[in-house]
């Protein structure tokens, strides 16, 4: 069997699934040549060691971030490739386009970080997964990024209405044709494009269940195709309550599609949004997104008692550490029902003392205020027939 890597003189040789790379090492520093045969991979090499090396140009980071995009379109899928478009056109190019990559400095990445905000992990992270890339194909990258710590994660917490709020809503879209699309959203955190793939083949109203099998999502040309989600946990069977199999037995069926846009196709997501606000205005909500009424759906169900493993399923996430950290604080409503629930626990022994110094109640004060003393409460408490509760 043939060794998968192997010394082949000064450089070497190795095939990574169907990539196959020679490197080299040129003044301590490392080249990748990657081509579809070894043959054409060493070529690449013998052509670069044959030129001067003072002739060797790194590409700007503009130029590369192009030829690198276009490579990524090529083999993944659009929704994951326009991130790394928005970060490189809005953060990266603007900034250090024309720098090359053999010329990047910490202050370059430093910079970067301060003008990229609240965007600044992300847009670090494409850098570095280009600059990374870059390497593999030859260029001379400098090591600045590797130097620079990364940006902290933005503390961020998911947006969620309280159980009024969400009654309003389902209240105001009683009679509006996308009345189940927000029912469905709220109460079962279905995804926006997997409510817009949602047929209605996928729906059992005897079994009460709905069957989410694809994600609508938006192509490199503007097309709108529906796909499998994009991981196998997005796969899942969800069971109706009843105040989503009446919604849905109030939408009309002009279409295969449960929801379909204006045009009878999957709906645009800058169209729906519109749809959406006017929604959020009618039932007289806050100002948030349509993804928060996953959120919501998600923290009213923990606060509700269910099992962190049933929400997982439930959202599609992949383990339960994703649905912890994106969905495990306490609402408002849930973190005064603790602090009830903590209160009745301890009953009389707790004591709202107006009068402090120090830090420690004063005794001549408490009588003054006719409030029990510390001392008159142990007394009480050893006599739990006689306890009163002062200052109540």
């Known amino acids: ?6 010394r082949r003189g000064t450089g070497s040789y190795r095939k990574r699934g169907k990539s196959h790379q020679v490197r080299i090492v040129i003044d301590g520093e490392t080249r990748c040549f990657s081509a579809a045969t070894k043959t054409e991979a060493q070529a690449k090499a013998n052509a670069f060691l044959a030129q001067p090396q003072s002739s060797v140009k790194s590409p700007t980071v503009g130029e590369w971030l192009a030829e690198w995009l276009t490579r990524k379109k090529a083999r993944r899928a659009p929704q994951t490739v326009r991130p790394y478009e928005s ?3 809005v953060h990266i190019v603007p900034l250090l386009g024309k720098v090359r990559l053999d010329a990047l400095t910490p202050e370059h990445i430093y910079k970067l970080h301060e003008a990229s905000g609240g965007m600044a992990l992300k847009v670090h992270m494409t850098l570095a997964t280009a600059l990374n890339e870059a390497r593999r194909y030859g260029h001379r990258v400098s090591n600045a990024i590797s130097i ?30 996308l009345e189940a699309l927000y029912v469905l959203a709220v ?3 279905i995804r926006q494009g ?27 040309d503007g097309s709108r195709v529906i796909n499998k989600p994009k991981t196998p946990a997005s796969v899942r069977t969800l069971v109706m ?11 009309p069926q002009t279409n295969e599609l449960v929801f379909p846009g204006p045009d009878g196709k999957p709906w645009v997501a800058s169209s729906f949004y519109k749809r959406w606000q006017a929604m959020r205005m009618l039932a007289g909500l806050r100002p948030i997104r349509f993804h928060d009424l996953r959120h919501t759906a998600d923290t009213l169900a923990l606060d509700g008692g269910a099992s962190v493993l049933t929400v997982m399923k439930t959202m599609g996430h992949t383990s339960r550490s994703m649905t912890l950290d994106r969905y495990g604080h306490l609402s ?13 626990r301890f009953g009389p022994r707790i004591r709202v003392l107006p009068g402090r110094r120090n830090g420690h109640e004063m005794d001549s004060e408490k009588k003054n205020l006719g409030i029990a003393t510390d001392s008159a409460c142990r007394e009480r408490e050893s006599n739990p027939h006689e306890v009163v509760l002062g200052g109540f």
């Open 241 to 251: 309550p009843q105040v989503c199999a009446d919604a849905l037995a109030r939408t």
């Open 187 to 189: 109460t079962l955190g």
């Open 194 to 220: 997997e409510l817009f793939a949602l047929h209605w083949q996928d729906i059992n109203f005897q079994s009460r269940q709905i069957y989410i099998t694809g994600n609508v999502t938006r192509q490199h």
């Open 1 to 6: 069997m043939t060794k998968p890597y192997s």
């Open 87 to 89: 970060h490189a056109r």
């Open 332 to 344: 408002d409503d849930a973190s005064e029902d603790l602090a009830d629930e903590i209160d009745a």
């Open 148 to 177: 620079v710590d990364r940006p902290d994660r933005s503390p961020s917490r998911a947006v969620a209405l309280s159980a009024d709020e969400v009654n309003r809503l389902v209240e105001a879209a009683k009679g509006d044709p």
